[in-house]
């Protein structure tokens, strides 16, 4: 066994998404978590919430389980990585996704202003340029639909939205990249120290980037940010840098960028669905989609810590508890979805997924993620309606403490 394996039984046991086999399929233990009540993991360091019925329970109970360890805080890593965050003024603040009522509304409505019906309309001639431009870019008939499409296609419209100027596209890339190396519990700790030195710059970056919307206002997120919005007034400059950082940066590029290639996998993977897309794409996307982020849901859950003790599914969870829930299992639960691993693009409960969590802290993107995902995929379909998976090709995953999204997705036409 290597250090980047499990045994069988730790396999059913336990849980790592860092390493084989639940990197390549997490499924394996969701399926075996499910039979029994939330259990705690000693890799994680969480009770896991595996079953829909328990994943709804505590989202729609914010009291007792509490969303201040949804993510975890980038201060809560090892004395020396800290040290270089502190000397670096990085700042830190409770992310939205972290926080409860009464603090919760007042930053969710600003934070929202960046992601309107008016926003996602604006934002879809970018989208369609992008796309066509990146497919005339493809080379003789092959591509990689992560590298070549999905990743430089996301990075343009969440950069759009954010304020991001393009030509820093690369770089703000790799200090995302950071962001997640320091949220990850089971990142090496050299990783983090090495993203910590970076995330001193990030932060120098951002606050020009707020300084000079404090002064000149754009139609941008940052702006909202800095200056309020929906009623409500603008937000710390700490806050700002940590949406942006995070709920902005991050989750607006990964959990889309996964969402379109997951989608467009399983076209490839079942002709059926396939020709059904190429036949009548207005109506059959919305259907792919939505089988595509409940099947195979981009992002893997967040943190909860209970206020108190009490009884989730079974499992008897003391006051100051933390779970972890797994929204990708939920999905997939058999009672909740009949022949849960099956596609079915008619499937009659589909919205019901959590692909983009429930109820206080319901993603606030997801709209625009729609959006993109439904012109990513309809671009290719009329652009290339001859693609096809390239020979020999089989899905592999990115090794990702909160995401799940494959390393490549290599086609031809």
């Known amino acids: 066994m290597t250090t980047a394996e499990i045994s069988a039984d ?60 949804a993510l975890p805080w980038i201060y809560d890593n090892p004395p020396e990585v800290v040290e270089i965050l502190r000397a670096g003024g990085v700042p830190e603040t409770p992310m939205v996704v972290n926080d409860d009522e009464p603090d919760h509304t007042p930053v969710r409505r600003v934070f929202d202003a960046g992601f309107t019906g008016a926003r ?31 990743v430089p296609f996301v990075q343009t419209v969440i950069s759009a939205i954010i304020g991001f100027p393009p030509e820093d596209t690369a770089q703000i890339q790799q200090w995302t990249d950071d962001v997640n190396t320091l949220w990850n519990r089971l990142a090496p700790v050299p990783d983090r120290v090495a993203a910590a030195h970076r995330m001193v710059e990030y932060t120098r970056y951002l606050q020009a980037l707020i300084d000079d919307r404090r002064a000149h206002p754009r139609a941008d997120l940052i702006s909202d940010l800095v200056h309020g919005a929906n009623g409500y ?58 089988e595509a ?26 006051a100051g508890a933390p779970l972890l829930l ?62 096809r998976l390239a020979d020999g090709y089989e899905p592999t995953y990115i090794a990702s403490y909160f995401f799940r999204g494959l390393e490549s997705l290599l086609v031809t036409w």
Do not use: W
């Not at 499924?27 to 969480?46: C, D, E, K, N, W």
């Open 326 to 387: 797994l929204f990708g299992s939920g999905n997939r639960d058999e009672t909740r979805f009949p022949d849960p691993d099956r596609v079915d693009l008619d499937r009659p409960n589909v919205r019901e997924h959590l692909a983009f969590g429930r109820g206080l802290h319901t993603c606030p993107g997801a709209p625009m993620a729609r959006a993109e995902i439904r012109v990513a995929v309809e671009t290719l379909v009329r652009r290339l309606p001859g693609m």
């Open 293 to 318: 982020l409940r099947r195979d849901a981009p992002h893997r859950g967040l943190f909860r810590v209970t206020t108190r003790a009490t009884n989730l599914g079974g499992a008897e969870l003391p």
């Open 120 to 150: 996602v309309r604006a934002m879809l001639p970018t989208m369609r340029a992008r796309a066509d431009e990146l497919i005339d870019g493809f080379t003789d008939d092959r591509a990689d639909l992560v590298a070549d499409y999905a």
């Open 233 to 290: 007034p603008g937000l710390s400059d700490a806050r700002v840098h940590n949406i942006v950082r995070g709920a902005a940066r991050v989750a607006g590029f990964d959990t889309t960028r996964d969402a379109i290639t997951a989608t467009m996998l399983i076209a490839l993977q079942n002709p059926d669905v396939h020709a059904r897309l190429r036949a009548d794409p207005v109506k059959t996307i919305p259907k792919l989609t939505e």
């Open 10 to 69: 730790e396999a059913a046991s336990d849980f790592n998404p860092m390493v084989s086999p639940h990197r390549e399929d997490p499924h394996l233990f969701y399926r075996v978590a499910r039979q029994g009540p939330p259990r705690l993991s000693p890799t994680i360091g969480a009770y896991l919430v595996t079953r829909y019925d328990d994943l709804i329970t505590v989202l729609n109970d914010p009291e007792t389980y509490s969303s201040k360890a």
